[in-house]
C-alpha cells in the first residue's frame, strides 16, 4: 500500500535548502545562566532544561542518520547530510557551554544530563528504522518550536542578548535542516502502511516522553535553585508564557497534527523567510561584539 501523496509531498521536496555548518561561539555570561529571560528565572530554567537535551539528542540524530549515508544516491541529499551533522555537531557544543554553567551555579545540570545520555545509549539498541523513526520525529518537535520561537520576537527578543543570539541561532539553523532527516527516511524507507505507523508511532512516544522529561528536569532545576523557590507565581507565569501570551508551544500545535498526514513533509510548512535573519545574526556576531569564532 503506497501512502505517500504524491503531489503533495513531492511539491514539498522541490524547496532545496541546503544547511551550512557555522562554527559560532556566544560568550554566554555565566553568571546569567538563572535569570537570562526577561520573563525570568521560571522560564529561563524551562529553557535550561531544553538545552540540556540537546548535546545526546543530536549525537543520537547524527547516529541514526549517519547509519543510512550509503544507502542514499541522490548527491544533493548527501551533501545536505553531511552539513546536518556539522550543525548539529556545533549545537552540542554550544549548548554543552551552557549547561556546564548550570553545575557552575549549583545547579543540577550534569545529573540532568547524564540521565539524557543513558537514555539515548538506550535508544541505540533500538533498529535502526525505529531509531530514524524516533530522530525524524524529534526533528519535528524542535522545528516546531524553533518556528514559533522565529515568528514571535517575544520570546526571546528581550532576553540577556548573549543567550538570545544563542537560541535564535539554534531555531534558524534547525528551520534550515528540518526536512534532511525526513529525506533520508523517506529516500531509504518502503512507502508502505508499516513505515507510515512506524513514523506517526515515533512521533506519539516521542512526545509522550520528552515533554514530560522536559518540565521534570525544569522541576528540578527550580528546586535547587533557591531564587526561585522564594518567588511566586513563576510556574503560573511560565505556563501563560508557554500557552497564552506568547504561547510558543500553543503556536506550534497545529504543526504538530500535520506530522499524522500520509504525505507529510516538513517543508510543508514553508517559513524559508525566517532564514533572511541568518546574515543578519552573523553581521552581529561578527561586528566587534566578540562573540564570533
Not at 73 to 85: G, K
Not at 215 to 225: H, K
Not at 258 to 263: A, E, I, L, R, V
Amino acid at each position: 500500500m503506497d501512502l505517500q501523496s504524491r503531489t503533495c509531498a513531492d511539491a514539498a521536496r522541490d524547496i532545496e535548502v541546503m544547511p551550512v555548518r557555522r562554527d559560532l561561539h556566544f560568550a554566554l555570561p555565566a553568571e546569567r545562566i538563572g535569570d537570562w529571560h526577561d520573563e525570568g528565572r521560571h522560564v529561563s530554567h524551562f529553557f535550561n532544561a531544553l538545552s540540556l537535551f540537546f548535546p545526546d539528542g543530536e549525537r543520537f540524530f547524527i547516529h541514526s542518520v549517519r547509519h543510512y549515508r550509503n544507502e542514499i544516491s541522490d548527491p544533493t541529499l548527501s551533501r545536505a547530510v553531511t552539513a546536518f551533522i556539522g550543525q548539529e555537531a556545533m549545537h552540542g557544543r554550544e549548548h554543552t557551554e551552557c549547561n556546564e554553567m548550570l553545575d557552575r551555579a549549583g545547579l543540577p545540570g550534569a545529573p540532568l544530563q547524564q540521565f539524557v545520555f543513558r537514555l539515548t545509549e538506550r535508544l541505540k539498541h533500538l533498529p535502526k528504522a525505529m531509531q530514524l523513526s524516533a530522530t525524524i520525529a524529534l526533528e519535528h518537535l524542535t522545528a516546531i518550536m524553533a518556528n514559533s520561537l522565529l515568528q514571535d520576537a517575544r520570546v526571546v527578543g528581550r532576553a540577556e542578548p548573549h543567550f538570545a543570539r544563542l537560541w535564535r541561532w539554534h531555531a534558524l539553523e534547525e528551520t534550515e535542516h528540518k526536512a534532511v532527516a525526513y529525506d533520508v527516511w523517506c529516500a531509504v524507507m518502503p512507502k508502505t502502511l508499516g513505515s507510515y505507523l512506524m513514523r506517526v508511532t515515533g512521533l506519539l512516544l516521542a512526545s509522550l516522553i520528552f515533554w514530560p522529561l522536559v518540565f521534570t528536569f525544569m522541576w528540578r532545576i527550580t528546586r535547587a535553585d533557591a531564587q526561585c523557590r522564594a518567588e511566586r507565581g513563576g510556574w503560573r507565569r511560565t505556563l501563560r508564557f508557554l500557552f497564552l501570551t506568547p504561547g510558543p508551544l500553543r503556536r506550534a500545535m497545529g504543526e504538530w497534527f500535520d506530522y499524522f498526514k500520509p504525505g507529510f513533509h516538513p517543508w510543508q510548512h514553508d517559513n524559508r523567510r525566517y532564514l533572511a535573519g541568518i546574515e543578519p545574526l552573523l553581521r552581529d556576531l561578527q561586528g566587534g561584539s566578540g562573540l564570533a569564532a
